[in-house]
């Protein structure tokens, strides 16, 4: 069966320092992966996946994440925070089933806070 | 841009009353997701569709079902409220074989 695990329920940080949030996911076979971010009372939007290819994956408002196939990891990192990026991220996983990379396990999400 | 619209941002409820949650996406997918999302527990898959009339149970279905009469409309229903069913719910459409899923604003749903 396939999990993530996020490592990190909550990351404090002060602006404009750098943040890694830490995914790491289990799976017998090849999977999608995927980082979604959800802003407080809204929905989630997709930050960025990686599907195949080149394992350094650069996604929106600067972020990027590198896929480890051996540590079966996918950390989501950024350079350099701002106020507006305080929101709640989620790691998660495609199942591998017919043709939808929308049937997808979940981590539990980590609260990143990015304080002044 | 996709758009999946849920028809509701917040609904109370009573115990025991029969609940519909509705979500709409206007970009022909073929592929709808239900998810409850609780603090702590992150999003769980309650029931998906690839087709119109077609469901299949996701990893929590106890207590929902669904209807899909048309390629649009993906509704989740409550037969009988339980408190336990207070959640956020999102809605997600994908193409079949798609990137990526879009999601809706969600539904936070209490019930007492």
């Known amino acids: 069966a396939q999990s993530v695990t996020q490592l990190d329920s909550q990351v404090p940080v002060f602006e404009e320092a750098p943040v890694e949030l830490r995914c790491n996911y289990s799976s017998s076979v090849s999977v999608y992966l995927f980082w979604y971010v959800q802003y407080p009372n809204q929905g989630l939007q997709l930050l960025l996946k990686?599907?195949?290819?080149?394992?350094l994956v650069k996604g929106i408002n600067g972020f990027e994440a590198e896929f480890n196939k051996s540590q079966t990891s996918f950390h989501l990192r950024k350079p350099s925070v701002h106020i507006s990026d305080t929101a709640e991220y989620f790691c998660?996983?495609?199942?591998?089933?017919?043709?939808?990379?929308?049937?997808?396990?979940f981590g539990k999400g980590t609260k990143l806070s990015v304080k002044p | 841009d996709v758009k999946v619209t849920q028809s509701s941002r917040y609904l109370v409820k009573r115990t025991g009353e029969k609940v519909f949650l509705e979500c709409v996406q206007d970009?022909?997918?073929?592929?709808m997701f239900w998810y409850r999302q609780d603090p702590g527990l992150g999003l769980r898959l309650i029931y998906f569709?690839?087709?119109?009339?077609?469901?299949e149970k996701g990893d929590i279905p106890e207590g929902y079902s669904v209807s899909r009469e048309k390629k649009e409309r993906f509704s989740l229903i409550l037969e009988s409220a339980s408190t336990n069913q207070t959640s956020m719910y999102l809605c997600?459409?994908?193409?079949?074989?798609?990137?990526?899923?879009?999601f809706g604003q969600g539904t936070r749903l209490t019930v007492v």
């Open positions: 569709s690839y087709d119109v009339k077609m469901k």
């Open positions: 998660a996983v495609s199942r591998p089933q017919g043709g939808s990379q929308g049937n997808l396990i």
């Open positions: 997600a459409s994908s193409l079949w074989g798609g990137p990526e899923a879009f």
């Open positions: 970009m022909d997918h073929e592929n």
């Open positions: 990686y599907l195949s290819g080149s394992t």
